[in-house]
Each structure stands twice: as structure tokens, then as C-alpha cells.
């Protein structure tokens, strides 16, 4: 085990517990998948179920059983502060518009960072019981299986990703990047889920995943599966993204050299 990660008092590691959280909230979600449920709004576009809440609940009473200290940042909830320098970063439904409208398209997202350093991401898709799990230095997986990112060298070969978010500006911008490429790209999807996104792309479903527009729920798990897998995660202007990165290229060295330099052509 990495000796960096912290062991449960259940004796356990963080991924395993980490993947049990995910499971628990995964069957909730599905138990409530295109049946009755609550929505709110957070702003214009941005919703919660109370399906969300259910699921945030679910996940950080077994993390806070299993690890007392630890921190907290998650999507629906304000932030915990901890003591033992471990922070679990916490999206319970990771595509909930695409949830609360019946698009089966989204997930769990949990990571475990120890200041700015990620140590563990899980990304669970209930609906194809996907788990897209890494743990630092040890590479990234689906279901056990071994992922890479894309092999494709160019821009050009690739199938892009991208989502707009919730900020009307930034969407708008986002818009116009996709827009750019066009038609010089394969094709183009626009996921409805960012940590979903990151996942495709670390196993090369996506060639290409942007957003500019992202919180640390959003990006901290599949950025450590990006990295893990083989590749690059930067801001739109190239500089390497951390967890609180707003923006985000994601994709192989390869691609991403060409996608900067198209960029800088561009103007």
C-alpha cells in the first residue's frame, strides 16, 4: 500500500473504501433513476435533487466513520475542515441534469488529496457498473482493466469532449473552442458530465476533454485518472491545472502539443 494514504479504522485502504462509498451511493442513485424526485435550483441552470443530497450524506458518513480528521469538499454541502491533512473531495452525482432527465450519462466522484496532492480518484457509473479507479503511481483502471489515453498524435483524428457548465460566459466560450476546431476534428460530444468527461478520456473513449468552467468535484478524481493513464491536464492556456483549476485540456502529450499550437494559430 502507498504508504502516503491513510488507513481506515476498519484497517482497510482508502481506495477500498473509497470504491465501497461510490458503490453505496451508486445504489441509491439508481433506486430513485426515472422515478420521483425533488429539484432545486442553485442558480439558473444549476440543479439539485434531492437525490444529490441523499447520495453526499451516503458517502461522507462512511468516509467520516472510517477516517475521523479528515477534510471534506463537496459539491452540495460547505466545506469541513479536518486535522490530519487528508481532504476528500466529494461530487455525490456527478451529471444531474442529465439524471433529472432521464439521460443515463453520470456518476460518483470521489478523490482523496493530501494538501494540493492528489493520492486517490474513483469515478462509478451505476448504470454500466463502470469503476474508473486510480491510486498515485500505480496507474489507472476500469473494472481492473489497464487504461490509457488516446494514441492518436493529432487534433484532426480526434473525438472531442466538452461541457459547458453553468456560467453562461464561459459556456459561451467554450462554445466558440468547439466551434474553432470545427471542422478539423472528427467530431464533437458534449458529455453532460465533466468527471464522466475525464474518465472517457483517460481511457481514450474521448481523445480531447475540455471545460472551462469546473470546481474540484468536478476535476479532482479524473484529473488523477488523466495522469495516471498516461497523459496531460492543463488550463486552456497550457499551464499545468491543479485541483482548483477552473479550466481544463485533457488528453495525450501528443494531442495537446498540437492543440495548443492550432490555439496559438488561432490568435
Known amino acids: ?12 485502504g482508502a481506495l477500498e473504501v473509497a470504491t ?5 451511493a451508486g445504489r441509491l442513485i439508481m433506486a430513485h433513476f426515472q422515478g420521483e424526485m425533488r429539484i432545486e435550483y442553485k442558480g439558473r441552470t444549476d440543479i439539485v ?21 479528515s477534510g471534506f469538499i463537496t459539491e452540495e454541502s460547505e466545506d469541513i475542515a479536518g486535522d490530519s491533512g487528508y481532504t476528500w473531495i466529494i461530487d455525490p ?7 433529472a432527465y432521464g439521460i ?12 494540493e496532492e492528489l493520492l486517490v480518484g474513483i469515478i462509478y457509473d451505476p448504470l454500466r457498473e463502470e469503476l474508473f479507479r486510480t491510486e498515485k503511481g500505480k496507474g489507472a483502471f476500469r473494472n481492473d482493466v489497464p487504461i490509457s489515453v488516446s494514441r492518436k498524435a493529432t487534433v484532426q483524428d480526434s473525438l472531442v469532449g466538452f ?24 467530431s464533437v460530444r458534449v458529455m453532460g458530465s465533466a468527471a464522466l468527461g475525464l474518465a472517457y478520456a483517460a481511457c481514450a ?16 478524481a479524473g484529473m488523477l485518472l488523466i495522469e495516471e493513464a498516461g497523459g ?27 492543440f495548443m499550437r492550432r490555439r496559438k494559430e488561432q490568435g
Open 104 to 115: 443515463p450519462h453520470f456518476c460518483v466522484a470521489i478523490a482523496l488529496a493530501r494538501g
Open 205 to 220: 473513449r474521448l481523445d480531447i476533454y475540455l471545460h472551462l468552467s469546473l470546481y474540484p468535484w468536478d476535476l479532482a
Open 163 to 186: 461541457d459547458m457548465g453553468y456560467d453562461a460566459e464561459r459556456g459561451q466560450e467554450v462554445l466558440e473552442v468547439a466551434s474553432a476546431l470545427w471542422p478539423g476534428v472528427q
Open 93 to 99: 452525482l456527478d451529471g444531474t441534469r442529465n439524471y
Open 49 to 69: 435533487t434531492d437525490v444529490d443530497l441523499l447520495a453526499e450524506k451516503a458517502i461522507i458518513s462512511l468516509l467520516r466513520e472510517e477516517f475521523p480528521g
Open 20 to 24: 465501497q462509498a461510490a458503490g453505496k
Open 232 to 258: 496531460v491536464v492543463t488550463e486552456v492556456d497550457g499551464k499545468l491545472a491543479s485541483i482548483h483549476s477552473k479550466t481544463v485540456i485533457a488528453t495525450s502529450e501528443s494531442i495537446h502539443e498540437d
Open 1 to 12: 500500500m502507498m504508504k502516503d494514504l491513510p488507513l481506515a479504522q476498519s484497517g482497510r
